[in-house]
Nanobody, 122 residues
């Protein structure tokens, strides 16, 4: 089973920046879409940004022009560069990988990371 491990979270002041990383390990033939979700206390988990294997991206309206998702397919790693952070960005950020295949004929599945806390506060 593929494991996803996030890193890079922490405490930052409003207006600051953080870069999250998420690496996938295990037997991997291919991964389709990788994405970041977040969940704030008392709120539902929401999509922040997603990127396909071909590099197409999608963002939540609330983070457009502030966050950038990128991916290193050779390392099976996805990144989230977060700039101009706001207190409303405070949440646990989760990495997910969809369409994971361990061989060309295996059935694809989805994996989630354990999450990393991002706190934006002065």
């Amino acid at each position: 089973q593929v494991q996803l491990v996030e890193s890079g979270g922490g405490l930052v002041q409003p207006g600051g920046s953080l870069r999250l990383s998420c690496g996938a390990s295990g037997t991997i033939y291919s991964i389709n879409t990788m994405a970041w979700y977040r969940q704030a206390p008392g709120k539902q988990r929401e999509l922040v940004a997603a990127i396909t294997g071909g590099g197409s991206t999608d963002y939540a309206d609330s983070v457009k022009d502030r966050f950038t998702i990128s991916r290193d397919n050779a390392k099976n790693t996805v990144y989230l560069q977060m700039n101009s952070l706001k207190p409303d960005d405070t949440a646990v950020y989760y990495c997910t990988a969809a369409g994971i295949k361990t061989s060309w004929r295996s059935k694809p599945y989805v994996a989630w990371g354990q999450g990393t806390q991002v706190t934006v506060s002065s």
